[in-house]
């Protein structure tokens, strides 16, 4: 149970946290005894329960709503599910929901006054209690009415036909983009709605938003539970719980990390007889170790498709997150150099990001303690940890930093949009930054396939590999050969690839296989004095391709270079296609004249420092090449070059 105590403790180091923050993005920390849920209907009352007015909410960003909730309906499913104490949907809420047609859920079906009966006892023992609240007693005095859907149909919130019945939404006749119920939800009689309480002197009407009105629940509904002995987590006399919280992932996530609802067949694996014996906990622990988990995931945590990553520190301090690369933590004024040359932009953007690295130090002392998880589910209601380390913060951010040190490269594949002033029209650049790519980019580096201008990476793929490169970031681990390899093999096939495609895999492939041959103290600049046959191969296939890349440009000819073409083949079979290459520069020098005397004498002396018997071995090439290769671009590369892009397609998410 260790992450869960974990969790626990981060959650009660962050409670000052809870409830909503500014970033819209990010879900809140919830109060125990609490969910949230997408609300669709808004109704505003006085403290006399008066209704006042009604709105539809038609942004996705606002509707998020914490609401009160207990264990049954805070996992509600079913054909019987549980009401919510305050917020719900129309049958639980409305008196007057069958008298429009309404249809309650299918096992209420014999007796339909089931769901709002159990929403007003619920809510009535709430507001007679010595927890009562004067919101709570407002919203019960307005549902006794039994006006809801009458009120709702007067303001044309739900839309009833001639007979007084909820119409369909096919019965509606409604223009595109229409702002009604039916651009909000397919079926009104779904609709969940959220309360507005005005009285006179409170400042917090909305009550989703009130955290006086979310003690005055808890409080309630903690007050008649029963301890029993014991949490396995805090080792305590608690209120234990079997139903623990879902929605992990993201909302309408329905799997769960602990659940103990298998009781026929293979009844908790043959090992015990009840769930109590396999697992204690109380509801406090289970709820904010789980809250803490979603809010962590939503607010800096990685998530594609059912996978989730998240590193943390219980202290609640900020903290990089090893599946991102350095534009993830790098402010956009670091990525730009302080240096001149483009030959030192390599070393002045390493040395920002070590910096940038260090600095989370100051906000993670030694003894900090941090955790990495990883998350993923097989079925839609079972989820799994796939990777759990504990770890002080002094050895995070080592362990982070040397990654980033040794995995790293000068990559230029992040797009930063801006807007042409002189032609209002955006265009995208392309920063450099240096670091370690992150494991999603990897993935689709490894096995993307090119479809329709976009790189595409199979989910099972994708997942695979970053939970691959997950040890070898955190533990250090070798990154796995086959990964290297496939990446390499792709970065070769550059005619298989758009061109923005390639020099993203390009980059990538090379950083891997730096960090693959770490003994071999491979530089990001360009290196004159290495002499080994792959890297000299390398770099007079970048020459060769600029030259002739040169010619083109001069020419306005915009096709891709016979060193371009054949660089595949090349990789494979090196000194017999560098004649082929050679040969075809011929028309090209002559069309350049004496501009190019510089770029040929440049091609001799890399000829000159092979050994002859290497020069002439046409064995393949390993992946040192591109390293030869991209640095050898980079070295050439214009001072004053930003690589743009104007078509919004090109942009990799």
Not at 281 to 288: D, G, P, Y
Not at 292 to 309: C, E, M, N, P
Not at 623 to 649: A, K, W
Request: with cysteine; glycine share 6%.
């Amino acid at each position: 149970m260790s992450w869960m105590q974990k969790l626990y403790e981060t959650y009660n180091n962050c409670e000052g946290q809870i409830g909503y923050s500014n970033n819209e993005k990010e879900r809140p920390l919830l109060p125990i005894c609490h969910i949230t849920t997408q609300a669709q209907i808004e109704i505003a009352i006085d403290g006399a329960g008066n209704f006042l007015r009604a709105r539809l909410i038609t942004d996705k960003r606002e509707a998020s709503t914490i609401v009160p909730s207990t264990e049954s309906s805070a996992s509600r499913a079913g054909s019987k599910p549980a009401n919510h104490p305050l917020c719900d949907k129309l049958q639980y809420i409305a008196g007057d929901f069958r008298d429009f047609g309404g249809s309650v859920t299918s096992g209420f079906a014999k007796e339909v006054e089931e769901p709002y009966r159990s929403f007003v006892e619920m809510l009535k023992s709430w507001c007679q209690s010595e927890f009562s609240h004067p919101k709570a007693e407002a919203v019960l005095k307005y549902v006794e009415k039994k006006t809801v859907v009458q009120d709702l149909a007067k303001q044309k919130i739900v839309l009833v036909g001639d007979d007084g019945k909820f119409l369909a939404k096919k019965e509606v006749q409604r223009e595109k983009d229409t702002a009604d119920i039916f651009s909000v939800i397919n079926d009104q009689e779904q609709a969940f709605v959220r309360w507005v309480v005005e009285i006179p002197g409170d400042p917090e009407s909305e009550i989703w938003k009130d955290k006086t009105l979310w003690d005055s629940w808890m409080n309630f509904y903690l007050s008649d539970k029963t301890k029993e002995p014991f949490c396995y987590v805090t080792g305590k006399t608690s209120v234990l719980t079997a139903n623990h919280p879902k929605y992990l992932r993201r909302e309408g996530d329905g799997a769960k990390l602990i659940s103990s609802n298998d009781t026929s067949g293979f009844t908790f694996r043959g090992r015990f007889l009840t769930d109590a014996q396999a697992c204690n906990v109380s509801l406090e622990v289970s709820q904010k170790a789980h809250y803490a988990l979603l809010w962590l995931i939503s607010r800096q945590g990685y998530r594609k498709d059912d996978q989730a990553i998240v590193a943390w520190a219980t202290s609640g301090a900020e903290l990089p997150q090893p599946t991102d690369d350095p534009t993830a933590f790098l402010d956009e004024s670091d990525l730009v150099s302080d240096e001149p040359s483009p030959v030192d932009i390599r070393q002045d953007l390493a040395i920002k990001l070590k910096k940038k690295i260090a600095g989370y130090s100051q906000k993670i002392d030694a003894t900090t303690d941090v955790v990495v998880m990883g998350l993923d589910s097989a079925t839609p209601g079972r989820l799994a940890i796939t990777y759990y380390r504990e770890l002080n913060g002094s050895d995070f951010l080592q362990r982070l930093d040397h990654w980033h040190e040794t995995c790293t490269w000068l990559h230029r594949y992040r797009a930063n949009e801006i807007v042409d002033r002189e032609t209002g029209k955006t265009k995208y650049i392309y920063p450099p930054f240096v670091g370690a790519p992150a494991p999603k980019d990897i993935a689709e580096a490894a096995y993307a396939t090119n479809r329709n201008g976009k790189l595409e990476v199979s989910e099972e793929a994708r997942k695979s590999t970053v939970e691959r490169i997950l040890p070898c970031i955190i533990d250090g681990q070798p990154i796995p050969k086959d990964i290297v390899v496939s990446t390499v093999r792709k970065a070769s096939n550059r005619v298989a690839l758009e061109d923005w495609q390639w020099r993203k895999t390009l980059s990538i492939a090379c950083a891997l296989y730096k960090k693959n041959n770490e003994k071999e103290n491979y530089s990001m600049s360009l290196e004159p004095t290495r002499t080994t046959r792959d890297y000299l191969y390398g770099r007079l296939l970048a020459l060769a391709d600029s030259l002739e890349e040169w010619a083109l440009n001069e020419a306005n000819e915009g096709r891709q270079t016979n060193a371009a073409r054949l660089m595949q083949r090349f990789a494979e079979r090196p000194f017999s296609t560098w004649r082929t290459i050679e040969l075809a520069l011929t028309p090209y020098k002559a069309r350049l004249g004496g501009k190019s005397k510089k770029r040929q004498w440049m091609i001799d002396e890399v000829m000159a420092l092979f050994d002859p018997d290497d020069f002439t071995n046409d064995k393949p090439l390993s992946g040192e090449f591109l390293l030869g290769y991209h640095s050898q671009r980079e070295f050439l590369r214009p001072q004053d070059s930003q690589q743009q892009d104007e078509n919004q397609e090109n942009i990799e998410n």
